[in-house]
């Protein structure tokens, strides 16, 4: 995270290669802080609604969020990505955010309430 500036524009894509990344819309239902990762982040239980269930997630927010006001509120993830061990922690999805001018993440979230497991089109 964090830069000197915006990163290039990606190579030009197939519309099926965006297919191959499944980004759900979840919510929170648990967080805590993770002082156990190398950087500082909180640790996420997001519910995608019944045909994804719960899944984890460590997220670098820190910076613009804090565990308690998190619950309750949606995020988007990419859902099928392999999970990845965060030290004692099984990261299973990858909770998506935008740099905010400091580089600091701002998460990606509906600007309306919508079901849990929505995939993003």
Not at 38 to 65: M, N, W
């Amino acid at each position: 995270m964090g830069g000197s500036g915006p990163e290039p524009v990606a190579a030009v894509a197939a519309f099926d290669d965006f297919r191959r990344i499944d980004v759900r819309v979840g919510t929170v239902v648990k967080a805590d802080p993770f002082p156990d990762a190398r950087k500082p982040a909180i640790k996420l239980v997001i519910d995608f609604g019944p045909e994804i269930g719960r899944k984890t997630s460590s997220a670098q927010i820190t910076r613009h969020y804090d565990p308690a006001g998190l619950v309750g509120r949606q995020v988007c993830a990419v859902v099928n990505f392999e999970p990845r061990q965060i030290g004692p922690f099984m990261s299973e999805v990858l909770t998506l955010g935008l740099p905010d001018a400091d580089g600091e993440v701002v998460l990606a979230v509906p600007t309306r309430a919508v079901p849990n497991g929505g995939r993003l089109f």
